[in-house]
Nanobody, 125 residues
């Protein structure tokens, strides 16, 4: 059974930073691409960032490019999302997602098999 557990959300003022973590268990973490998605109240879930199984390739949504950084530590079975220069529009529940074995990096939610429970990030103006 694969489990993804996010942490690191919270309340921060505009311009501040948060670092989200996602701890994975239940499979060989290093063989799978990982992603972050978010869902704001009243909106659909949207892609934020993704990283290849090796960490060599990353992809970002235009709205977060230059402000967010995705990374992974395969020895710790953990993927991170460093969020800087946060704005109120970044307020959302952030979800960690696990892709399919040896699959390429994807921005599409349907290409991810496993999902965490989400962690709330709130940015005040």
């Amino acid at each position: 059974q694969v489990q993804l557990v996010e942490s690191g959300g919270g309340l921060v003022q505009a311009g501040g930073s948060l670092r989200l973590s996602c701890a994975a268990s239940g499979r060989t973490f290093s063989s799978y691409p990982m992603g972050w998605f978010r869902q704001a109240p009243g909106k659909e879930r949207e892609f934020v960032a993704a990283i290849s199984w090796s960490g060599g390739k990353t992809v970002y949504a235009d709205s977060v490019k230059g402000r967010f950084t995705i990374s992974r530590d395969n020895a710790k079975n953990t993927v991170y999302l460093q969020m800087n220069s946060l704005q109120p529009e970044d307020t959302a529940v952030y979800y960690c997602a696990g892709g399919m074995w040896a699959a390429p990096v994807s921005t599409a939610a349907q290409n991810y098999e496993y999902w965490g429970q989400g962690t709330q990030a709130t940015v005040s103006s």
